[in-house]
Each structure stands twice: as C-alpha cells, then as structure tokens.
C-alpha cells in the first residue's frame, strides 16, 4: 500500500499545486499543539478564503498533523514549511505534504522535491540567492525575510530576474499584501496575519475567518492592476 492510499489526497501534479498556489494566491503558516486545533485553524481560513496551509515543522508532531490533516480538508492544499534537508521533506511528502518551504535554500531538498514532483520554494533574500534557488529548480522562490526591505525589495529584484515567481515571507499583513503583489509577487505567505492567539483560545473561529479575507481581498486588490 503507497503512501496515496492510506486516506491521503489522490495524487496531485507538481503543476497543478503551483496553479492553485498562486491562484489562490495566500499561504497561511500555522503552528499548533494538535491536528484536532489545526483542522478547525484551517477550516476558518478556508471560509476566508485562504485554501494553501502550510504545516511548520517545528510544529509538535508535526508529520502526524500533516498526515491526520491532509486527508480531511477539501479543497485545502496542506504544505510543510522549514523544512530544512531533503530527509525531512521526504518524510513530510510521505505524510501527505503536497508542497515544502524552507527559510533556506538546500539543493538536496529541492531535488527530492522534484524526485517526487511537489512543488519547492526554498527560501533566499538576495538576488544572487534567488537566481541560485530559481536556477536549482525551485517552483516559487519564498523571499524571506521580506519585512526587512518591504514590497519594493520585491520589484528590484523582479526588474533584473523577471522569470523567478517569488512569495515574500514575514511581516505580510492585510496593510501590504496588495503592495508586494504589486511589485511583482507570485503569492505571499502569512502567518500572524491570520492568526489570533487570544481567538483560537476561545475558538472563536469567525475572527480568523475575517483576517482570512481582508488579506484574500488586499491580494486580489493588487492583481486589479496588473
């Protein structure tokens, strides 16, 4: 029995995931204690809009979340992000992962990622580490960290390597999100933004739902103009 089988997504191609990753054009990171708080996490952003979660590694169990996940979520692209050698993205793949970020760029990973056709966005800041990631085989270059420089980072390095499809990552809020589409962002990838501590305690569920779509709204506000 293969890994497609054990209540697991059926599988999806590598092109098809980045197709409704940048359609959708959001990433919401999560990281929670449980799959039981992820599910219903993931379920008040999907309401919002928000259909790509990525699974931190540094989330406790992290590959039982994944694999509990990602076979219950419709319609939700479930991902694992800091992801850091190619050993932890076999193993997140295996759980049901249908895409891996990292902070870094490791050409081992993206050459399992390939091996087993999911979609890649290694992690670089300069243009240099961009062109490298985009040259090594990355799907989407996670640009990280993006709140250091802002959106207009974005479009220096879009002016010089128009070809590589970037994500910015850290600081991206429902305030910047149509700025650094923009400047030429493929998706952005958020986390705070989405989340409220204080909400999820209460599971009040309405309230992540709400900053689901205010940042899905501010992404398709920057696409009106492109």
Not at 12 to 37: F, P
Not at 52 to 59: G, L, P, R
Not at 77 to 97: N, W, Y
Not at 125 to 140: C, H, L, N, R, S
Request: glycine share 8%.
């Amino acid at each position: 029995m293969d890994y497609y089988s054990r209540g697991v997504k059926p599988y999806m191609s590598n092109q098809t995931t980045l197709d409704k990753m940048i359609d959708s054009g959001v990433v919401g990171v999560i990281r929670t204690e449980s799959s039981e708080k992820l599910l219903k996490v993931s379920e008040a952003l999907k309401v919002g809009g928000v259909s790509c979660i990525e699974v931190a590694m540094t989330t406790p169990d992290a590959l039982t979340v994944i694999e509990e996940v990602s076979g219950q979520l419709d319609d939700v692209l479930i991902g694992a992000g800091t992801v850091l050698d190619a050993e932890t993205a076999r193993s997140a793949i295996l759980a049901g992962a249908e895409y891996l970020v990292s902070p870094t760029t490791d050409l081992d990973m993206i050459e399992m990622c390939k091996r087993y056709d999911k979609v890649v966005a290694p992690g670089a800041f300069t243009p240099t580490e961009v062109m490298k990631a985009w040259q090594a085989g990355a799907d989407i270059v996670k640009v990280f960290p993006a709140s250091r420089l802002g959106p207009k980072f974005i479009s220096d390095i879009k002016a010089p390597l128009p070809q590589a499809s970037l994500m910015p990552t850290g600081g991206v809020s429902q305030d910047n999100a149509a700025d650094y589409i923009r400047a030429g962002a493929d998706a952005v990838c958020a986390g705070s933004a989405l989340l409220d501590k204080q909400a999820i305690a209460k599971e009040n569920w309405e309230v992540l739902t709400s900053n689901a779509k205010q940042l899905v709204e501010a992404v398709k506000e920057g696409r009106k103009t492109l």
